[in-house]
């Protein structure tokens, strides 16, 4: 059984500009034993080839453009696939653009068929542009549904589902969110895999760190979904969602040696887990989601990520 791996990257690879620790050594048991994987984000801001770099700077080597799979591809793919002829008024940046012109997407800012949002920063006079665009008959699509993103353990910036509520809120039209946990994201990205590695994958796997979008979608799509504590997920918050990732780990170095050495482990959580005691006096848990299944409220501190 060979396994390809969908792996998000900010959370489970890197924080801020620092790799997770025993995140390099993990990408180079993948690397080193040919082992199928694909980055998979939400940020349509950089380009795959920006994110290759972006990896490089921070020690991993080796990493190309075709590693990775964007929100922004994500939309031009749903484009190209649904509607080829279409032309768009882009809210966004590099790596919207980018993609949007390598699927021959063109460009119209007088009578686009649709007005595409992503990450980034924009101004009121192309928020305007695109609020009149959409009065004139333009459908809202959205590369992704964040609301806000992380920057730092600190701080975060409005994502595009915000900029995406001030166009719903003055137009009224409602926008239709590509990217994570969008099942279309999930297929194509598959689809990449499965034909870069010419069908050889039999198990596909997501591995992310959030439960609304990494875990959500790869549960949608009828795939395995490993979570990771690396990130925005508090291992007591994971009961609070009706979905639940195949297995829990604290970080990825938990599946070096199993990639390395190409067998699967039966534990279905991370090494961190195994000391826990139960208390019905029968070793393992009935379910995985036993130990977690604590009835403590989420935090309110500030709204959803996604929509
Ligand atoms: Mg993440």
């Avoid at 009828?222 to 609070?240: N, P």
């Amino acid at each position: 059984m060979k396994t390809g791996y969908l792996i998000d990257m900010d959370g489970v690879i890197y924080r801020e500009n620092h790799l997770i620790p025993g995140a390099a050594e993990f990408i180079q048991a993948l690397q080193s034993t040919g082992t199928p994987f694909l980055f998979l984000t939400n940020n349509s801001a950089p380009t795959p080839a920006d994110l290759a770099v972006r990896l490089k700077h921070m020690g991993v080597e080796d990493l190309s453009a075709q590693h990775f799979y964007t929100s922004a591809l994500n939309t031009a793919d749903f484009l190209n696939e649904t509607d080829p002829n279409s032309t768009v008024f882009v809210i966004g940046e590099g790596g919207l653009l980018a993609a949007l012109h390598e699927r021959k997407i063109a460009s119209d800012s007088i009578d686009p068929r649709y007005v595409v949002v992503g990450e980034g920063a924009t101004t009121m006079e192309r928020l305007t542009k695109a609020h009149e665009c959409i009065e004139r008959g333009a459908r809202l699509l959205v590369t992704n549904p964040d609301n806000w993103c992380p920057v730092s353990s600190e701080k975060t910036r409005p994502g595009a589902g915000a900029t995406t509520a001030y166009l719903e809120a003055s137009t009224g039209r409602r926008p239709y969110y590509l990217g994570k946990p969008n099942s279309y994201m999930f297929q194509r990205a598959r689809r990449k895999l499965a034909d870069w590695t010419l069908n050889e994958i039999t198990n596909f796997v997501m591995i992310g760190d959030t439960m609304e979008t990494d875990i959500r979608g790869a549960f949608e799509v009828g795939m395995h979904s490993y979570l990771v504590l690396t990130g925005s997920t508090q291992i007591q918050d994971v009961a609070d969602y009706v979905y639940q990732p195949t297995r829990i780990l604290q970080s990825v170095a938990d599946l070096t040696d199993e990639i390395k050495t190409g067998k699967v482990s039966d534990r279905r959580n991370s090494p961190a887990f195994t000391k826990q005691t139960t208390s019905v006096g029968k070793s393992g848990r009935r379910h995985q989601t036993d130990t977690f299944a604590l009835h403590k409220p989420r935090p309110r501190l500030r709204p959803a990520m996604t929509k």
